[in-house]
T-cell receptor
């Protein structure tokens, strides 16, 4: 079946603009995760959803970042007033449930803030 | 806080074994993972090990866990050019995933 998809694959935006990144998890996966990967660095965990609930938002880098999820499907990560340090690849992953640790990753969205 | 460390680069000759090392700090981690990232692709889960195990073997992959030293290693036997990628170690406790910076494995002919 289809894997995790993300859109757009690439996004170039001007500093100060808002961006919205989308993730479509694997159908039936109740858990969804967002990560950030800066150039030359490891993955940084941002937030996870169980269904449409995100119990812990403390991983989000600042209050310019927000995420939501509709039911057990699409999730969007929104970055307001983008800054150059937001430039990174944003990866989404999903798993069957929070108890199932096998996460399937999407290809990522490469965000460049100029 | 939690921290996962890995050496950033490793080069091996085709056919040799590769050993990628990782150290972590959270002694309460329940699972430890190895992910592979190829250029332009998402992360692929290679294998994982429960914290109460010390070894796991899966075909060409062998994972060794030294819980006392908080040291995890991934051995790839008979390394092939298709194994060239970045390998990430990750620890997890509950829902908190912490990834290392990744080790770039280059396989030389």
């Amino acid at each position: 079946g289809a894997g995790v998809s993300q859109s757009p694959s690439n996004k170039v935006t001007e500093k100060g603009k808002d961006v919205e990144l989308r993730c479509d998890p694997i159908s039936g996966h109740t858990a969804l995760y967002w990560y950030r990967q800066r150039l030359g660095q490891g993955l940084e965990f941002l937030i996870y959803f169980q269904g449409n609930s995100a119990p812990d938002k403390s991983g989000l880098p600042s209050d310019r970042f927000s995420a939501e999820r509709t039911g057990e499907s699409v999730s969007t990560l929104t970055i307001q007033r983008t800054q150059q340090e937001d430039s990174a690849v944003y990866l989404c992953a999903s798993s069957l449930s929070l108890e199932d640790y096998e996460q399937y990753f999407g290809p990522g969205t490469r965000l460049t803030v100029t | 806080g939690e921290d996962v460390e890995q050496s950033l680069f490793l080069s091996v000759r085709e056919g040799d074994s590769s050993v990628i090392n990782c150290t972590y700090t959270d002694s309460s981690s329940t699972y430890l993972y190895w992910y592979k990232q190829e250029p332009g692709a998402g992360l692929q889960l290679l294998t994982y090990i429960f914290s109460n195990m010390d070894m796991k073997q899966d075909q060409r992959l062998t994972v060794l866990l030294n819980k006392k030293d908080k040291h995890l290693s991934l051995r790839i036997a008979d390394t092939q050019t298709g194994d060239s990628a970045i390998y990430f170690c990750a620890e997890v406790n509950g829902q908190n995933f912490v990834f290392g910076p990744g080790t770039r494995l280059s396989v030389l002919p």
